[in-house]
C-alpha cells in the first residue's frame, strides 16, 4: 500500500477516502489464476506499492480450484473506477472496498455476504467489522487492518522531565515542554494535523462521529474544548509543520525532527530499524472526565457485485480467501508490509505482532480502535475537515464552526433516511 493509500484509508480519521489520488507508480496489470474450472471471475484490487504484493495475490487467485480468477490491479482513482464500473455489466466480480460503501449497498451494487461471515463474525476485528455491516447484513469482509499510534522518542522525553502523556492537557503541555530550537514536540502533519486527526479527538473527549442510534454524535461541549486543545498546540508553536514528508512517512520522527509522531503502524519497522528500542507508542491520549484513549483503525475490504453473472461462484471465492484460507490472509498481512490480520485470532499468533510496540499497537487497535461509521458519508467528512482546519490554523471558533457541521450531518442523516423509506 502506497503512502498516498495510507492516507486514503484512515488520514480522515477510521479509515476512508482524503481527496488524494491513488499513487500510480507500477501501471496496470492484470493476471489470470489457474488451474480452476471454467467459470471465469475477475477480481479487482486497488495498487499497493508494498513489493510482493501483486505477485501474493495472484498467486492466492490461481491456488483456487473452483474457478479461474482473473487478478486486475487498478492504479488511478480507485473508488471512482469502481463506482463507475459496479453500474455496468463489465464491472468486477470480487473487489476491494473502502468507501462509500452505503452508497453501493443502498444502490444495490454489492452482495450481502451474511452467510458466509456470520460463523466466524466474532473473530472479525469489530471496529473494522462495523462499517461494513447495514441492517444487521455483511456486506464485506475486512482483509486487514491499518492503524494509527502516537510514537515518542523515550530518550527525548526523558531528557526534558515529561513522561508519556496519557491526557489531552499532557500531550499539550509536554510538546511545548520538548520544543526548542532543533526540534519540535509533536508532528501531525504538515498542514498541522488538519488531514490525518478527522474524529480522533472527538473520541478522545468520549463522543463519535455518529452515535449508535444514528444521531450526531458530538453535539456537545465537550467536542469544540477537545479542538481547542489541538488549536492550542498550534498557537504554542508545538507542531512541526513543513517537514520533508508528511505524516505517513516516520522520517521526521527518526531524524530527530519531533519528539513525538501520530503515525501508522507500517511506519514502525522503520523506526525499529532507527532507534533500535529508543521509542514507544501510545494510543492519542483521552481527553476530560467522560474521555477514552482513541486510535483511528481503517480496513479494506472485500465485496462481490451484485451484478455478477457469477455471484454464487464469485461469493464462493470471497468467502474462500478472506474467510477459509487464514494462511493468506496472514501472509497478506504481514510479508508484504507492516498490517494487523483482520481476524483477532490471527493477530493474536502472528510472531511478528507478539511483543514490544507491535504487541502495545496491536492492543491498542482491540481495546480503543474506532472506524469511520457507515452513516458517515463523504460530504460530512468534508464538512467536518473544513471546520477543523478553520479551528487549527485560522484560529476560529469551535463551538461556532461544530454548529455548521452538525447542522451538515443532520441534513445527510436525513437524507440517507430519506432513501431507506423510498426503498
Same mark, same amino acid.
Given at each position: 500500500?502506497?503512502?498516498?493509500?495510507?492516507?486514503?484509508? %484512515?488520514?480522515?480519521?477510521?479509515?476512508?477516502?482524503?481527496?488524494? *489520488?491513488?499513487?500510480?507508480?507500477?501501471?496496470?496489470?492484470?493476471?489470470?489464476?489457474?488451474?480452476?474450472?471454467?467459470?471465469?471471475?475477475?477480481?479487482?484490487?486497488?495498487?499497493? *506499492?508494498?513489493?510482493?504484493?501483486?505477485?501474493?495475490?495472484?498467486?492466492?487467485?490461481?491456488?483456487?480450484?473452483?474457478?479461474?480468477?482473473?487478478?486486475?490491479?487498478?492504479?488511478?482513482?480507485?473508488?471512482?473506477? &469502481?463506482?463507475?464500473?459496479?453500474? &455496468?455489466? !463489465?464491472?468486477?466480480?470480487?473487489?476491494?472496498?473502502?468507501?462509500?460503501?452505503?452508497?453501493?449497498?443502498?444502490?444495490?451494487?454489492?452482495?450481502?455476504?451474511?452467510?458466509?461471515? /456470520?460463523?466466524?463474525?466474532?473473530?472479525?476485528?469489530?471496529?473494522? %467489522?462495523?462499517?461494513?455491516?447495514?441492517?444487521?447484513?455483511?456486506?464485506?469482509?475486512?482483509?486487514?487492518?491499518?492503524?494509527?499510534?502516537?510514537?515518542?522518542?523515550?530518550?527525548?522525553?526523558?531528557?526534558?522531565?515529561?513522561?508519556?502523556?496519557?491526557?489531552?492537557?499532557?500531550?499539550?503541555?509536554?510538546?511545548?515542554?520538548?520544543?526548542?530550537?532543533?526540534?519540535?514536540?509533536?508532528?501531525?502533519?504538515?498542514?498541522?494535523?488538519?488531514?490525518?486527526?478527522?474524529?480522533?479527538?472527538?473520541?478522545?473527549?468520549?463522543?463519535?462521529?455518529? !452515535?449508535?442510534?444514528?444521531?450526531?454524535?458530538?453535539?456537545?461541549?465537550?467536542?469544540?474544548?477537545?479542538?481547542?486543545?489541538?488549536?492550542?498546540?498550534?498557537?504554542?508553536?508545538?507542531?512541526?509543520?513543513?517537514?520533508?514528508?508528511?505524516?505517513?512517512?516516520?522520517?521526521?520522527?527518526?531524524?530527530?525532527?519531533?519528539?513525538?509522531?501520530?503515525?501508522?503502524?507500517?511506519?514502525?519497522?522503520?523506526?525499529?530499524?532507527?532507534?533500535?528500542?529508543?521509542?514507544?507508542?501510545?494510543?492519542?491520549?483521552?481527553?476530560? !472526565?467522560?474521555?477514552?484513549?482513541?486510535?483511528?483503525?481503517?480496513?479494506?475490504?472485500?465485496?462481490? !457485485?451484485?451484478?455478477?453473472?457469477?455471484?454464487?461462484?464469485?461469493?464462493?471465492?470471497?468467502?474462500?480467501?478472506?474467510?477459509?484460507?487464514?494462511?493468506?490472509?496472514?501472509?497478506?498481512?504481514?510479508?508484504?508490509?507492516?498490517?494487523?490480520?483482520?481476524?483477532?485470532?490471527?493477530?493474536?499468533?502472528?510472531?511478528?505482532?507478539?511483543?514490544?510496540?507491535?504487541?502495545?499497537?496491536?492492543?491498542?487497535?482491540?481495546?480503543? *480502535?474506532?472506524? /469511520?461509521?457507515?452513516?458517515?458519508?463523504?460530504?460530512?467528512?468534508?464538512?467536518?475537515?473544513?471546520?477543523?482546519?478553520?479551528?487549527?490554523?485560522?484560529?476560529?471558533?469551535? /463551538?461556532?464552526?461544530?454548529? &455548521?457541521?452538525?447542522?451538515?450531518?443532520?441534513?445527510?442523516?436525513?437524507?440517507?433516511?430519506?432513501?431507506?423509506?423510498?426503498?
Amino acid at each position: 500500500m502506497t503512502e498516498i493509500d495510507r492516507r486514503r484509508l %484512515l488520514a480522515a480519521g477510521g479509515g476512508v477516502a482524503l481527496a488524494a *489520488g491513488l499513487a500510480t507508480a507500477c501501471g496496470s496489470n492484470t493476471g489470470r489464476g489457474g488451474g480452476g474450472s471454467g467459470t471465469e471471475i475477475s477480481q479487482w484490487y486497488h495498487q499497493y *506499492g508494498e513489493p510482493g504484493t501483486e505477485r501474493a495475490v495472484k498467486r492466492y487467485a490461481a491456488a483456487y480450484r473452483k474457478a479461474n480468477v482473473s487478478v486486475q490491479w487498478r492504479p488511478g482513482d480507485y473508488d471512482r473506477q &469502481t463506482a463507475a464500473a459496479l453500474l &455496468t455489466d !463489465s464491472g468486477p466480480d470480487v473487489f476491494e472496498v473502502n468507501g462509500p460503501l452505503l452508497d453501493q449497498i443502498q444502490g444495490g451494487q454489492v452482495a450481502d455476504l451474511t452467510e458466509v461471515v /456470520e460463523p466466524v463474525k466474532d473473530d472479525f476485528n469489530q471496529a473494522v %467489522l462495523a462499517p461494513k455491516i447495514w441492517q444487521d447484513k455483511i456486506w464485506g469482509i475486512p482483509q486487514v487492518v491499518d492503524t494509527q499510534v502516537l510514537y515518542y522518542r523515550k530518550s527525548l522525553l526523558k531528557e526534558a522531565g515529561v513522561r508519556p502523556p496519557e491526557t489531552l492537557d499532557e500531550l499539550v503541555d509536554g510538546a511545548k515542554k520538548l520544543s526548542d530550537r532543533k526540534t519540535k514536540g509533536l508532528f501531525l502533519g504538515n498542514d498541522g494535523g488538519v488531514g490525518v486527526l478527522g474524529g480522533t479527538p472527538l473520541f478522545a473527549a468520549g463522543l463519535s462521529l455518529i !452515535s449508535e442510534d444514528g444521531k450526531v454524535g458530538f453535539d456537545e461541549p465537550a467536542a469544540a474544548r477537545a479542538l481547542g486543545k489541538i488549536r492550542q498546540l498550534y498557537a504554542d508553536k508545538s507542531l512541526l509543520l513543513g517537514a520533508p514528508t508528511d505524516w505517513s512517512d516516520p522520517a521526521a520522527f527518526v531524524q530527530g525532527l519531533t519528539a513525538m509522531q501520530w503515525s501508522g503502524l507500517w511506519a514502525l519497522p522503520q523506526i525499529k530499524k532507527a532507534l533500535g528500542d529508543d521509542f514507544g507508542v501510545l494510543p492519542f491520549p483521552k481527553d476530560g !472526565s467522560g474521555g477514552r484513549p482513541s486510535v483511528a483503525v481503517g480496513a479494506y475490504g472485500s465485496a462481490v !457485485s451484485a451484478r455478477s453473472r457469477h455471484k454464487a461462484a464469485a461469493t464462493a471465492f470471497a468467502k474462500w480467501l478472506w474467510v477459509d484460507r487464514t494462511d493468506f490472509q496472514e501472509d497478506f498481512a504481514l510479508s508484504y508490509g507492516f498490517h494487523i490480520p483482520a481476524r483477532t485470532s490471527l493477530a493474536k499468533k502472528a510472531e511478528q505482532l507478539r511483543e514490544g510496540p507491535a504487541a502495545d499497537a496491536v492492543r491498542f487497535a482491540t481495546d480503543h *480502535g474506532y472506524a /469511520e461509521p457507515l452513516l458517515w458519508t463523504t460530504a460530512d467528512r468534508t464538512a467536518y475537515q473544513d471546520a477543523l482546519s478553520r479551528i487549527i490554523k485560522d484560529g476560529a471558533n469551535p /463551538e461556532s464552526e461544530l454548529r &455548521t457541521v452538525v447542522r451538515k450531518v443532520n441534513a445527510e442523516l436525513q437524507r440517507v433516511k430519506k432513501k431507506v423509506k423510498e426503498k
